[in-house]
């Protein structure tokens, strides 16, 4: 098992940038891809960006990929989602998740493919 646990959402401002943090605990030692995800409002759950677990491979939606930046720390079991110019339509809950079943350099997209979850964060971008 791997526990999840994001932090960092709350309020922001047009334009605004926002960062997201994970903190995976359990079951890390095996090694795991790390996604971020979201959700809107009676809308599917979105890929945002995910990275291997070396860390060497990252991929992002085309849609959002000039505003985000993905990154982890492996010796402390932390990941970290960089969003930049946040607009309203990022409203959203925001997701990190785990895949174990996955090879080292992989950087899964769909989130069938992820194993774990966390609980979520909520973003809301407002004036």
């Known amino acids: 098992q791997v526990q999840l646990v994001e932090s960092g959402g709350g309020l922001v401002q047009p334009g605004s940038s926002l960062k997201l943090s994970c903190a995976a605990s359990g079951r890390t030692g095996s090694g795991y891809a790390l996604g971020w995800f979201r959700q809107a409002p009676g809308k599917e759950r979105e890929f945002l960006a995910s990275?291997?677990?070396?860390?060497?491979?990252?991929e992002y939606a085309d849609s959002m990929k000039e505003r985000l930046a993905i990154s982890r720390d492996n010796a402390r079991n932390t990941g970290s989602l960089q969003m930049n110019n946040m607009q309203p339509e990022d409203t959203a809950i925001y997701f990190c998740?785990?895949?174990?079943?996955?090879?080292?350099?992989?950087?899964?997209?769909?989130?069938?493919?992820?194993?774990?979850w966390g609980q979520g964060t909520q973003v809301t971008v407002s004036s």
């Open positions: 990275i291997s677990w070396t860390g060497g491979n990252t």
């Open positions: 998740a785990a895949a174990i079943h996955v090879a080292s350099t992989w950087t899964p997209t769909f989130a069938r493919t992820y194993d774990y």
